[in-house]
């Protein structure tokens, strides 16, 4: 965005919407007044398995580029190969981790891994630059990486795979927060800075010290944030926003919004952060950002009120597209019962755990279990990643283990999203690292199940009642919209609606729903099929509403 004469540029990112819904997100996003839009480039869409690249569907990065191109905007593209972005694991594949790579460095591994990446990314996108009369105007050079480090030598290594891959034709830049834009810059490379609404002139010294003589530029100008479980929802106030967006373009600033619209986190693809005590903070499903776009593409009070600051600077803006259909659906039960077992992988054995990246996994679900070779009494230890249900042959009990000799032990261990941010991306590995002991006794013999989180497998017959299962339900719709369903009847788990995943839910807050766009559904008869991680009794229902279902108490 910098050197490139744009203005007025907003962020958005196609894994997050529906791909059939790339143009009206755009020429929403259009409306606002912006001149260019801006994404990251998220490896682990594309090679989630190593060295099997996928390109298809939401996925198809180069036909989002050509419909922001047909919508009259130009686009800023930020490859990573790490991008942050509250996404897992910062966009890095989590295959990375199998064999102790140092990421985010010169480790051979590593950059031969993104060399292999930035060359496929390149034969899709390179064609697309402007240096060849494409509408990407401008690459990004990694993403805050003096938050992280001060490498001159890897960031050089990453521009040269950018100029052999073809993407490294058109201006490139950093981007960093103010307090660590030197760390983060490099010779010869312009620099951009980020920042939360609140004193917007205050945020460029830095930027002025570092580059004197190049232009101002914010390249996220943060118009809300993220929320993660268990905690009070964030709130950014409007109005602060938008004296700060006025200020920039009045001040000549070149102006990313981030995010313009956020989408959703839907397939399991959330990130995480820690907390100072070292806890796990997941983010929500919901990427909905408090951004001008609202998770279903709707224009906001805040779109409206940002508009008409850019009219004033920027001139008229394209008319406002009419807001797509949101709709209620009458509630359904979910009552079809199967199995956990059914839905697992093939096992693998071993004597101690393998850890999920071991076993050839990224996200969801693994599922341990072991016999019992003696009488087990005491507490269980071991290096648990993020969330466990232990069970004594098949029954949720207490990690105070008191079994006997035969008996059957299974810990299912649940990725809630590898952290995106920080120191703690190295060590990043899911499932269960190292052994288990329990009553000071090791534990060996496992047998390891992946949970398919793409698609599982429907298996009817019988479990205990309180084992993690599998619930189906059925639902009308005569006319496809888009709908958020409220979970409020389940505590946790993971919801499909015709195969696609919608994503994780938990009645912790502050998400209470989940999003379903309307290409997801037919007209006619549709299935839910809900992951119910902690069964309790009573009737289960989804139930459609039009608007989001958020904890009590926040905006």
């Known amino acids: 965005m910098i050197g490139v004469n744009v203005r007025f540029c907003g962020e958005l990112h196609y894994p997050r919407i529906p791909y059939e819904y790339w143009r009206a997100r755009l020429e929403m996003a259009r409306a606002i007044g912006i001149d260019a839009v801006s994404t990251y480039v998220f490896w682990n869409v594309h090679e989630e398995t190593e060295g099997?690249?996928?390109?298809?569907?939401?996925?198809?990065?180069?036909?989002?580029?050509?419909?922001?191109?047909?919508?009259?905007l130009r686009v800023v593209l930020r490859p990573?190969?790490?991008?942050?972005?509250?996404?897992?694991?910062?966009?890095?594949?989590?295959?990375?981790?199998?064999?102790?790579?140092?990421?985010?460095?010169?480790d051979p591994r590593y950059l031969a891994a993104v060399r292999r990446w930035f060359g496929r990314l390149g034969e899709e996108l390179a064609p697309l630059t402007a240096a060849r009369g494409g509408p990407i105007v401008?690459?990004?050079?990694?993403?805050?990486?003096?938050?992280?480090?001060?490498?001159?030598?890897?960031?050089?290594?990453?521009?040269?795979?950018?100029?052999?891959?073809?993407?490294?034709?058109?201006?490139?830049?950093?981007?960093?927060?103010?307090?660590?834009?030197?760390?983060?810059?490099?010779?010869?490379?312009?620099?951009?800075?980020?920042?939360?609404?609140?004193?917007?002139?205050?945020q460029f010294a830095e930027l002025r010290a570092l580059r004197p003589d190049q232009p101002l530029a914010c390249g996220e100008f943060w118009t809300g944030w993220f929320d993660h479980w268990g905690e009070p929802r964030s709130h950014i106030p409007a109005e602060?926003?938008?004296?700060?967006?006025?200020?920039?373009?009045?001040?000549?600033?070149?102006?990313?919004?981030?995010?313009?619209?956020?989408?959703?986190?839907?397939?399991?693809?959330?990130?995480?952060?820690?907390?100072?005590?070292?806890?796990?903070?997941?983010?929500?499903?919901?990427?909905?950002?408090?951004?001008?776009?609202?998770?279903?593409?709707?224009?906001?009070?805040?779109?409206?009120?940002?508009?008409?600051i850019a009219e004033k600077y920027l001139g008229p803006a394209p008319r406002v597209p009419d807001a797509p259909a949101v709709s209620d659906l009458p509630a359904f039960r979910c009552d079809d019962a199967f199995t956990l077992d059914g839905a697992l992988g093939d096992p693998?054995?071993?004597?101690?755990?393998?850890?999920?990246?071991?076993?050839?996994?990224?996200?969801?679900?693994?599922?341990?279990?072991?016999?019992?070779?003696?009488?087990?009494r005491g507490a269980l230890q071991c290096d648990l990643r993020d969330s466990v249900i232990v069970m004594v042959n098949g029954e949720p009990c207490t990690a105070?283990?008191?079994?006997?000799?035969?008996?059957?032990?299974?810990?299912?261990?649940?990725?809630?999203?590898?952290?995106?941010?920080?120191?703690a991306l190295h060590d990043q590995r899911k499932g269960i690292v190292g052994t288990v002991s329990a009553g000071g006794r090791e534990l060996s013999g496992?047998?390891?199940?992946?949970?398919?989180c793409e698609s599982p497998r429907l298996v009817s017959g019988s479990q205990p009642a309180l084992r993690p299962r599998f619930l189906r339900g059925f639902f009308q719709v005569d006319e496809p919209a888009d709908t958020f369903l409220d979970t409020g009847s389940f505590e946790k788990g993971v919801l499909w609606i015709n195969g696609s995943c919608a994503g994780r839910f938990w009645n912790k807050g502050p998400q209470r729903d989940l999003y379903i766009p309307a290409p997801w559904l037919r007209r006619g008869n549709n299935e839910a099929v809900v992951f119910d991680l902690i069964p309790k009794p009573g009737t289960h229902w989804l139930l459609g509403k039009r608007e989001r279902v958020w904890s009590a108490g926040t905006p």
């Open 52 to 72: 099997v690249f996928r390109f298809d569907g939401r996925r198809d990065v180069a036909a989002f580029v050509r419909i922001a191109d047909a919508a009259g």
């Open 80 to 106: 990573g190969p790490y991008v942050c972005a509250e996404w897992e694991f910062g966009g890095l594949p989590a295959w990375l981790l199998r064999d102790g790579v140092r990421i985010r460095s010169t």
């Open 138 to 202: 401008a690459v990004q050079l990694e993403n805050e990486y003096g938050a992280f480090g001060e490498d001159k030598q890897y960031l050089e290594a990453l521009r040269a795979q950018l100029q052999a891959c073809g993407l490294g034709g058109v201006p490139l830049y950093t981007i960093d927060q103010p307090h660590d834009l030197a760390r983060g810059a490099l010779d010869g490379v312009a620099a951009a800075v980020t920042f939360a609404p609140g004193d917007a002139g205050s």
């Open 240 to 308: 602060t926003e938008a004296a700060d967006l006025d200020w920039m373009l009045a001040n000549g600033v070149a102006v990313n919004l981030y995010m313009l619209h956020g989408g959703s986190n839907a397939a399991l693809f959330n990130g995480a952060n820690t907390a100072k005590d070292g806890t796990l903070q997941p983010t929500v499903t919901s990427y909905d950002y408090q951004a001008p776009i609202d998770e279903a593409g709707r224009p906001t009070e805040k779109f409206f009120r940002l508009r008409s």
């Open 348 to 376: 693998v054995a071993a004597k101690d755990p393998l850890t999920m990246e071991q076993l050839g996994g990224s996200r969801g679900f693994v599922l341990y279990k072991t016999v019992l070779q003696h009488d087990t």
């Open 400 to 423: 105070q283990i008191d079994a006997k000799a035969g008996d059957t032990l299974e810990l299912l261990v649940e990725n809630l999203g590898r952290v995106n941010y920080g120191s």
């Open 446 to 452: 496992w047998e390891m199940r992946l949970l398919d």
